[in-house]
């Protein structure tokens, strides 16, 4: 049985293609919100959590719901050692992004089994305004990648945790 990097090579590095030119051209050309120092919204309490962190504080009394989602504050602040705490949100939402499109791939794989299929797919998700790849560069204090990642993630575990039912893809014979 062939693995599924193997039959889905041209998919896999397409998308690769595409997250880095998307990325390249939204890095030269999306200017940074200014909201707030470049923290946007939700980010000011996102930061205060990663900062807290950074400085080993306690960061309970930050606003709520935020300080429910500390995971990524929590990863920025424990590991960014940078001046910006902003930078490190952007760093990580990269790198989350990346795992992002290619679970995003392998996803889609699963019911398309035609290569423009998928790479069509997966290329419409990343050149979408509001999809992370491109909106962490207008907008890089926010937790939207990490919750699709931990969504796709799970869809992905539940498909394979069911596939033995006998279901029935019809798009997988196009």
């Known amino acids: 049985m062939r ?53 080993q504080k306690d960061f309970r009394e930050a606003d709520k719901p935020f300080v429910f989602r500390p995971f990524m504050s929590m990863l920025v602040g424990k590991t960014w050692f940078g001046k910006d705490l902003v930078d490190g949100f952007l760093f990580w939402n990269l790198f989350i992004n990346l795992a992002n499109v290619l679970l995003l791939l392998y996803w889609v794989s699963l019911f398309l089994s035609k290569t423009w299929m998928q790479i069509l797919a997966v290329s419409f998700f990343q050149l979408h305004w509001l999809f992370p790849v491109r909106y962490i560069w207008f907008y890089p204090a926010y937790l939207d990648p990490s919750g699709f990642f931990v969504s796709l993630l799970m869809l992905i575990l539940v498909f394979h945790s069911v596939r033995d039912l006998g279901t029935y893809y019809p798009l997988r014979e196009w």
Do not use: P
Not at 20 to 42: H, M, P, T
């Open 3 to 55: 693995s599924w990097f193997t039959k889905n090579k041209l998919s896999f590095y397409f998308t690769l293609f595409i997250f880095l030119i998307v990325n390249l051209s939204s890095f030269l050309g999306q200017k940074r919100i200014e909201a707030n120092g470049g923290r946007g919204w939700d980010g000011v309490s996102y930061h205060y959590i990663a900062s807290q962190v950074a400085q």
